[in-house]
């Protein structure tokens, strides 16, 4: 079995960071990541595009991406692309399965990198194929460089859906219309908190005033303050009806539709394993409790990047380099670079993190995200409504008892699209916060595995 | 029925204690039923839920042939069918010299006086699972055996339970047991109450209520391991179980494939956490395979382990205390208790309510336990 | 749903040809099945086990599962997290996926 310094899931900014600093100081490292190649979401395919028309449409951003996956790539870890985690033990044996079949790792430290999913908002029809998340769509333009066919409809609140829009229209795409549902925050809030930012990240700030202003002239329309979505057809998306604040309801025409409301920490694998978690009322998200090193509840456990609570690339990297720095001090090591220092580390992620409140603000989900009206399919796999879930929830029911009465959350995702609206419909029907209700608990494995996988090991035990 | 006060309480909300405060309830008594952490938590929602006669130790068989009566009265007992589908149970030989050990067993039931065990030959064994592997030689099947639905059948148990007027205290862990007037007083973790009688049904926990009433015993338990697949369609109406191995496998009324057998996983009680190892399951998962080749790209969504009790002749302990009057114990059912589910409890409803049963329940007692 | 950008187009050195229900599809080296079934016509992934409703791939990170397919060897997987190779054969799961032989 192998028996490396440093297991670490994900291969994104915060764990090819992480895993260059380790690496360099002479850990033994190995990263696994479930994509064939390194950059986690944001970088993803970056060696491909680097360098392509189609890299420098994505961003500046984008391609700065690619010295970090360089220097990952060369940095003496142990890459395991196209590979799963599904199985971490509370003392530490890890399992995943790649092209090289399954195996048991049995590192000394593990730091969780996985970043970060797209905030499940149901809304009636939101099962239709021809509704899409607008992270599918960035996934389609960075591989394999797909653009939808026809001018196309998004719905959305957050920095990814002006981004992807943005993106979009450089690369030649059309948005026929951006359905705004980024519900409108008191100016005066908005000013104090944008003027703070702007003191230290006016460069950022007038970014994202600039991919508004581009919406707003380029986009065939822009409807501000919608508060619902009903997608329209029966076995494709056909149109869309949509309710404005004012109460205005209105219908368009289109055979797709992009919906974003913002990104949660993915934390399958640290609620897997027991760690603790709360709710941050702020990202309107739960997030794992760490310390400032990203050391959560588990000894040995440490959490990096987005799956620490979402701040973005630039935050991942450094925290990714923290949680590699703290590692190092564990394990008596020293960072090969001298400037690689806890206090520069400190100082660049504060300053990563200067927009966060601002954003975290401007961009809080409206609030009917979590409450979906009794019609609207809850979970997708067991396609359950509202309507089901409410009926059974007499009493006072936890997500465990709700999802052992109704099947919700037992289907393939494992309630990755459905936990979160539970625990809010469970919030509502018993008066409670959202910091009063837990989520489902997190059966493994962490990803489906066929049964010849795990089979397979009984072979691996056997023989050794 | 005042606050504090009632003629039974019933500690463990598990599938036994819900039963129990049922047939109570039928028999006019007042019910508590106390529940540390909600319905159906432990091995009642963890179970692979089969109903099973099968290859039972001769002690529990006809307790368990009369409680499978009761699966096919399931809905005019609790207002649902419970999911239970009688596809029968088959335990398969992979060797001739495991065919023997059938036979075997097949001759000492017809001994018995059993004849709810049949023997198959490998034709019948195939039309019965076209899908087997070329290797199985025949069975041992019960043919009126089956398997249920674990979450619907405690929904239907606890409905029917407040239906009839018990009182359900879910979050509350009762601390100690103490002789009173007429009685005990239940000490909880939310106060006292006063009864005549104590049910214990606290599953992997019964030990540590028989020490609250001065009753030691050999005790363990087990942590057993289940995983369940993605959906597929209708393929294997029989559970099946093998000789040599550790494998029950079946397929529940949804379509996911559900494989246990008893592998065993880590728990801890003091705790009540238990954590899957996944080395030792793939023993299920390669046995599961090796039975049925085409399933091998079947994707496994999840596992878990359960906790239950387990004594050491993995027979279970019901009826009355030896030491405390007034104390009765369902508990200790070694990892196949569900399929008696509907009966246990109305024994020891009947021996709290008209002083007996008319079951033979001697091979239960729990002085066989005491230390 | 979904085309490719111009600068991709016919360069023939850099695909390959899968097979979606027994049709040829042209896919990019290095992308997945599902963002080649984007492409095409009926974009959809497969049919529910429940309600026998259609799916489509939804959010490409392999967290939604609506892209289950049937993936030659493979049995029913993510086609956002499956990349193409040259003739491989992918089918639409209608409904729950029978096990068999040739899964
Ligand atoms: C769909 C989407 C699109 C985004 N687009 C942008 C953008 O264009 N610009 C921007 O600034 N920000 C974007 N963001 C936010 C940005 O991705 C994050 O802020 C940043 O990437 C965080 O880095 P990370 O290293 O924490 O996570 P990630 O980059 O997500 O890296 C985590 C990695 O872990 C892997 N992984 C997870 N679980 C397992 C497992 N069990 N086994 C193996 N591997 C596993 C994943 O495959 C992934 O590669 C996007 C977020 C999402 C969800
Ligand atoms: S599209 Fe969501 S898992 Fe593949």
Redesign the interface.
Known sequence: MLRPDLLIVGAGPAGMSAAIVAARAGLKVVVVDEQPTPGGQIWRGIEANAGTSRGRALGEQYCSGLATVRTFRECGAVYWPSTRVW?V??TLGT?VTGPGGTR?VAPRLVLIATGAQERPAPFRGWTLPGVMTVGAAQILLKNPGSVPSEPVWIAGCGPLALLYAHQLIRMGGVVAGFLDTRPSTPLRETLQLAGRAALRSSRELAKGASWYAELYCRAGRYVPDVVDLQALGTDQLEGVRYRTAAGRVEEIRTSLLLVHEGVLPELHTVRSL?CEIQWDAGQAAYRPVLNEWGECSHPDILIAGDAAGIGGAVAAVHRGRLSALRILQRLGKVAAEPEMTEENCRAALAHALVLRPFLDRVFRPREQVFAPDDDTIVCRCEELRARDLCAALSG???S??LK??T?AG???C?GRQCGLTVAALIAAAEGRHMSEVQPFRV???LK?????D??????E?RSS | MRAGQATTAVIGGGLHGLACALALVQRGQDVVLFERS????RAS?ATAAGVRTLWRDPAEISLSLEALERWYRMDALVGDDCGFRAGGQIKVAESHAEMEALAARFAQMRELGFHHEELIDARELRRLAP?ISEHCVGGLIARRDGAADP?RT??AFRRAVEGHGAVIR?GIAVMALEPAVGGWRVVTDAGSWTVRHVVNAAGAWGAQVCRMVGEVIQFGYKASMV?V???????FRPVFSTVGRSLSFKQSS??TLVVGGGIQGGGDLEKG?T?????A???G??A??EL?????????????TGLEGKTPDLLPVIGPSARASGVFHIFGFSGHGFELVPLVGEIVADCITYGRSRYDIGSFDVARLLT | MFRLLEDDWGRVESTVTIEIDGYPVIAQIGETVASTLLRVEASWSRTT?VSGARRAPYCMMGVCFDCLMLVEG????RACQTSVRAGLKVQRQM???????S?
């Open positions: 199985q033990e509370s399992y048991v027991g006072s029911v936890g465990n008892q052992a009465f099947r037992m289907g393939p494992q059966r493994p494995p489906p595995l066929r049964l010849c795990l089979a397979g090991l009984a072979d035990s | 909600w319905i159906g938590r929602s899908m979450h405690i929904a879910e995983f697949t993605e959906r597929v369609e209708q393929a949804q379509g956490l954590q899957v190892d996944f080395r399951l793939a023993k998962a390669a599961a395979q049925f080749p085409a399933i091998r790209n079947v994707q496994i969504v999840r596992a878990w | 086990p493979e049995g029913l997987v409904g729950p996926r029978k096990v068999g032989p899964c």
